[in-house]
C-alpha cells in the first residue's frame, strides 16, 4: 500500500472550535487532495495541492483552508467547525506526470461537529 | 473538467460478468479515463486506467469506443466481495494542477 497516513483517524468536536486534519504521505508524490465524504453521496473535492505552497480550491471549499509547507505533509484546517462539516474526509496523492492519474487513498478521517 | 454520468446502482448475482458503463461527452484529448472502487470505511482504490480501445489487467477490462463519448468497466465472474461503489474519472494534468473530480459512483449489490 501507498505510504499515506491521515491523523486523527476520529475526532469529535464542538461547533465553533478550530479542527486540523492532518495528511502524511513518505511517497514524494507531487499531488496530494482532501475530500469529503457524506452518506449516499460520492467524493467531493475540498482542496487539492499541486506542490509546496501550491494549493487550489476543489468544489467545496468554503469553510476550509489548507496549508503545505513541505512536499509529505497536507493539512486541512476548519477555522469554526460546523455540524454541516460533521463528514469522513479523505486525504488522496498521486504523482505527477499527464499519464500518471492513479490516485492512493487513506483510510479516512471521521469528523463529527457537535 | 469533463463531467462523467453513471447509473445509481445495479445489481447483479454471482459469478456473472457487470459491465458499468460511464459517459463522459465533454472528454478532452489529454484526458485518460480511469476507474475506482470503494468499500464502505474504506478510501478508493485504483482498478483500471485507459485512453482508447481496451485495457486489461488482472481485475477488470476497460472498453472505450473509438469517440471515447463513453467507456464500460467490465467485471468477469463478479463475487460477494465486489459489492462496492464504483467511479468512473477523467481528468489529465492541466496548468492549474492534477484535479481529481470523482461524480457520484454505481452503488453494485452482487448477491448470491
Known amino acids: 500500500d501507498a505510504g499515506i497516513t491521515q491523523s486523527p483517524r476520529h475526532k469529535v468536536t464542538e461547533t465553533g472550535t478550530p479542527v486540523t486534519l492532518r495528511c502524511h504521505q513518505t511517497?514524494?508524490?507531487?499531488?496530494m487532495y482532501w475530500y469529503r465524504q457524506d452518506p449516499g453521496h460520492g467524493l467531493r473535492l475540498i482542496h487539492y495541492?499541486?506542490?509546496?505552497?501550491?494549493?487550489d480550491k476543489g468544489e467545496v471549499s468554503d469553510g476550509y483552508s489548507v496549508s503545505r509547507s513541505k512536499t509529505e505533509d497536507f493539512l486541512l484546517t476548519l477555522e469554526s467547525a460546523t455540524s454541516s462539516q460533521t463528514s469522513v474526509y479523505f486525504c488522496?496523492?498521486?504523482?505527477?506526470?499527464?499519464?500518471?492519474?492513479?490516485?492512493?487513498f487513506g483510510q479516512g478521517t471521521r469528523l463529527t461537529v457537535v | 473538467l469533463a463531467k462523467t454520468t453513471q447509473p445509481i446502482s445495479m445489481d447483479s448475482y454471482e459469478g456473472q460478468e457487470v459491465n458499468i458503463t460511464c459517459s463522459h461527452n465533454?472528454?478532452?484529448?489529454?484526458?485518460?479515463i480511469t476507474w475506482y472502487q470503494q468499500f464502505p470505511s474504506q478510501g478508493p482504490r485504483f482498478i483500471i486506467q485507459g485512453y482508447k480501445t481496451k485495457v486489461t489487467n488482472e481485475v477488470a477490462s476497460l472498453f472505450i469506443p473509438a469517440d471515447r463519448k463513453s467507456s464500460t468497466l467490465s467485471l468477469p465472474r463478479v463475487s460477494l466481495s465486489d459489492t462496492a461503489v464504483y467511479y468512473c474519472l477523467v481528468g489529465d494534468d492541466n496548468n492549474a494542477g492534477n484535479m481529481l473530480t470523482f461524480g457520484g459512483g454505481t452503488r453494485l449489490m452482487v448477491k448470491p
Open positions: 465533454n472528454i478532452a484529448t489529454n484526458d485518460y
Open positions: 488522496a496523492i498521486s504523482g505527477s506526470g499527464l499519464r500518471d492519474t492513479e490516485a492512493f
Open positions: 511517497e514524494n508524490h507531487r499531488y
Open positions: 495541492s499541486y506542490g509546496v505552497k501550491d494549493t
